[in-house]
């Protein structure tokens, strides 16, 4: 029995290394590495997982990472849409070809796998993002099974069964709800607060995202009533080009509120992801979050082949593998690439090396 635990311990520690802060916990308006030193991480976005599928594999997290200098990755997963599957089918719309509104819930899940897989082997941070917008009859009984299966599968359980506690031990994983509500506030904070209960019956200290009002851009609005649970922190989303010193105000306001708030989500662009880079409000924003000690991650990882670019990091014909040729890189993914290397995101280097 002893050989046994010794090859399931093996197993498990071979296949994983830590992440660079350890187990993250909320302190206060901060993001803290187990030691309780405040942290920010800076990584990339993912395109939804019925999108792009070239780039949600093993090698984007380790080029990622390797020449990013990225210490978390975003991975949404959709759960529905008309050209391409999700993880839900939807029965009420019409049909008219093969993808349209169907289930592909293996298949996502699979690409989620592969990801999250990755980023544990690699010891950098991912996100499992539930891509959502709107509030309706289904939202919460959907977030829930969702939630049920990634929490059970990938949550820092810390089980009495010791093998259990091998296989399940992810501190790498932070969960995001609701990507960009559109409703108000005490909607959002209902389904959160019972989506969080569900996920911390698998998941007792695993970082919560939760989503904020007018597409996560409103986290002084959660700041004047927050969820009264440990270990979460709220969404804010912003495009430099459109969100400016309103946005910024009302985040300041977030802060000095006391709001523990974590950008899972922004462009150096406009809103709908197109235009010119804005150079100065992109810095602008980076300037506020640095300086309190806030994460953030960039929209895109996907090639686009508009002009300009918008969001997209890569031109199109990027893959997996030439993900570090700055030949492919956009002039928003120069610009982020380039803010991601004036600082260190991680204390290691596998898999970087020859």
């Known amino acids: 029995m002893k050989l046994f635990l010794f ?60 020449f990013w200098n990225v210490n978390i990755i975003r991975a949404p997963i959709t759960p529905k849409s008309k050209c391409c599957g999700g993880w839900f089918a939807d029965p009420s719309q019409p049909i008219d070809n093969p993808w349209e509104w169907k289930s592909t819930r293996d298949r996502e899940f699979d690409r989620l796998k592969q990801v999250v897989d990755a980023c544990v082997k690699y010891g950098i941070y991912v996100i499992i993002d539930w891509h959502i917008f709107d509030y309706g009859n289904t939202t919460l009984e959907q977030g829930r099974e969702f939630f049920a299966n990634v929490s059970q599968t990938w949550g820092n359980l810390e089980p009495l069964d010791l093998i259990m506690a091998f296989l399940k031990n992810s501190p790498h994983v932070l969960f995001e709800i609701w990507n960009e509500p559109k409703c108000s506030w005490p909607i959002v904070k209902s389904y959160a607060e019972n989506v969080i209960d569900l996920i911390r019956t698998n998941s007792p200290n695993n970082i919560i995202i939760v989503g904020t009002p007018t597409y996560s851009q409103r986290v002084d609005t959660a700041s004047l009533d927050p969820i009264a649970k440990s270990n979460i922190a709220y969404t804010l989303h912003y495009y430099a080009a459109t969100h400016k010193g309103t946005q910024r105000n ?23 992801g197109a235009g010119e880079v804005n150079v100065n409000s992109s810095i602008a924003w980076w300037n506020l979050a640095d300086e309190n000690k806030i994460s953030y991650v960039n929209w895109g990882v996907f090639p686009s082949d508009a002009t300009p670019p918008g969001s997209a990091a890569f031109i199109t014909g990027t893959t997996n593998l030439t993900i570090n040729d700055p030949t492919n890189w956009t002039p928003s993914g120069k610009l982020v690439n380039q803010k991601y290397f004036n600082t260190v995101q991680y204390s290691n280097n596998f898999g970087c090396t020859a």
Request: aromatic share 14%.
């Open 250 to 272: 009302q985040t300041l306001s977030a802060i000095n509120n006391g709001l523990p708030v974590f950008i899972t989500e922004y462009g150096t662009v406009d809103a709908l």
């Open 7 to 66: 090859f399931i311990a093996f197993f498990h520690f071979s296949a994983s290394l830590d992440p660079p802060f350890g187990a993250l916990k909320i302190q206060g308006k901060f993001l803290t590495a187990a030691n309780g030193t405040a942290v920010s991480l800076r990584g990339m976005s993912l395109m939804g997982s019925n999108y792009h599928p070239q780039f949600w594999n093993e090698e984007t997290v380790r080029q990622l990472k390797c």
